[in-house]
């Protein structure tokens, strides 16, 4: 009911200071940075409220290119998962002739496994069981048959959410080659490193020879004595991929190799928070056990997913080419996930003129950016980039018709933004 | 990509120890301890693994008594929230005409707030704004008035989930007098407390002259200087109340009189786990802002709600009576929430033999009472309960006619086990 923050002060000087202050705060959240989702996020948001409200801009709307939010930026959600969630929310629906036959039998299946037969009930801290084994069943698939166990399973979605983000920067989002993976996991059993792997983009690969290797596949071909003894957390999620359903905060994590007493301590940290939300749960489930080529929705689900994809390897495609052709930008084939990071360069007294401001120079150049043309990407300075380099990350999202003129906009920016600064 | 844990070892015996064991583990997890999922549930987990499989028990299933799982009991969810859900989910059902049209008209609204209209969008940190608006005129409309806004509130699920749950280990699920919230904010206030008010049960109040008062509500009549000084954030969800709808993990909290640098890094600790749920956020909003009386829905709605509060009453009440009724057991009228917390007395050689096995004496109780009845109830002990004396803590959730013969049951094993030890 009441917890005590900070020392009670003495002094009382009429008005009394707040109890919970900078000062008497958890310091550790005060250092908390959080590149994805900073001043340049909350200054975007500003920005949307200022036109809202009439203020003139050089620009009449934002656009979020900083963040792999599918939907928001009109990719149509799969209807065979949101028809299995429609039935499992509403199950009077299974008596309605407009939904196709597999999808209630899905919905039944897990409305089965659900306590009370309801999303409203709480699952198991661990994520219904039903759908661990799906989910098991599926890496074991992907795999080409090696065993994946339902209780290394964590369905997941606010905690572990956290530290895949918090992965993602300290991780490019590019695609391995099965030599580079081989190598990571060599120098992390000679060092004794506990290795976290973001697969959360496995669906998304476009690039030409490119191909999803996962890191469990990989260390269990390696054989002994990485097989055994390397441990592994490998992440996935249904807000990348061809699903995009950032919305439901839903995915899962698999633990390899884990010491038993730490996973039982894992399984308790897990059931603090009770258990994942029970809607995205579902999604789950449809995503890693979809419809099979005898029913009736396989079609209609192949040919939407097919659709999605092929569309970002176009825009991918794009990207690079767009970028590639303007001075000063350089970038790399985007292989994978949802985003490019490209390189530019930046004018001597651009970077002179941002230090004197206190701001990271490619931080300068994306306010800068922001702020006349209501494009919001973020600063590679929030990722680790290479000292004296400056990068952006933006995502290819976008559908096509907006994509080319905002690539081409972007780049304008920056060789007026190079000739006002050189 | 990959975190060190602990240090590297020189001494390569064969084998080499895991990376990551409860040594080298963040040791504050190590002392996280959980009462209400903690050894009793994991145990009430392998008891119904063992029935499934045949095992022969003195009973045929296992009744969780333990956790406020309203749907999961059996509660029927409220039909216009999963029309509205259903209708969300599944935007094509907005051409049907099996649904009423103010949940058509309302999940058309939510939609319009939604990222790229649509459920699997991420919304912003502190939730969707429309929603945010909505729940402070909630709020609003409870307190008479009282302004709230929705700058100060931050929709929730994984993070402050947690925090509220473990309030609930803290503090016993009681209705407050407004004297005694006086009380507490007068003591936190000379004390220089911050509060935090656990207010989810804000619509469970059963017994007879009780009433719900909001900490807000009291904190604001009591005027300077505590109304414009007195930190404190309340939490409601949409878990208990008459919803019941844990498995979305969803719910709120208002922040009052919070120092503003440390409200912006609440925001920044908010945008880290990107949103809460966007399913569990549309639930809140109608939640917040049911049909009203000229709404086609309505009196559906204001039944179904009036039928499940009215059950719980009745349950509360015969809780109350058949403890009473008990030797050796004390039950305080249940005057909301979903909890009894009977007080009971154990023989001394009860008391003894259960530190002989190293266990809290209600933990054992608890855990023969499991064994040999298959129903699941939580020991006092986790909750803090006074010095020598006994509780448990039992949802007054199953259905009615499994109720009663529970507690009959329950107190004839008490009976029992108190005669076995005497």
Known sequence: MALRAGDSQAAMTGVKEKVLTLDTMNSSIRRVEYAVRGPIVLRALELERELRQGVKKPFTEVIRANIGDAQAMGQKPITFLRQVLALCAQ?????????????????????????????????????????????????????GGISADPNNIFLSAGASDAIVTVLKLLV?????????????????????????????????????????????????????PYAEQQELASFHSVSKGYMGECGFRSGYVEVVNMDAAVQQQMQKLMSV????????????????????????????????????????????????????????????????????????????????????LGLAPDMFFCMSLLEETGICVVPGSGFGQREGTYHFRMTILPPMEKLRPLLEKLSQFHAKFTQEYS
């Open 91 to 143: 199950p009077d629906l299974l008596n309605s002739p407009d939904f196709p036959e597999d999808a209630k039998s899905r919905a039944e299946h897990i409305l089965r496994a659900c306590g009370g037969h309801s999303l409203g009930a709480y699952s198991i801290s661990s994520g219904i069981q039903l759908i661990r084994e799906d989910v098991a069943r599926y890496i074991q698939q992907r795999d």
């Open 172 to 224: 490019a989002g590019q695609v391995q080659t099965r030599e580079c993976i081989e190598a990571v996991i060599r120098f992390a059993f000679e060092e004794r490193l506990f290795l976290l792997a973001d697969e959360v983009y496995q669906d998304n690969v476009y690039a030409e020879g490119s191909q999803f290797h996962s890191f469990k596949k990989v260390l269990t071909e390696m054989g002994s």
């Open 273 to 356: 928070r009770l258990c994942p939300p029970v809607p995205g749960q579902v999604l789950l489930d449809v995503v890693v056990s979809p419809p099979a080529p005898s029913d009736p929705s396989f079609a209609q689900f192949q040919a939407e997913k097919q659709a999605v994809l092929a569309e970002l390897a176009a825009k991918a495609k794009l990207t690079e080419q767009v970028f590639n052709e303007s001075p000063g930008i350089r970038c790399n084939p985007v292989q994978g996930a949802m985003y490019s990071f490209p390189r530019m360069q930046l004018p001597p007294r651009a970077v002179q003129h941002a230090q004197e």
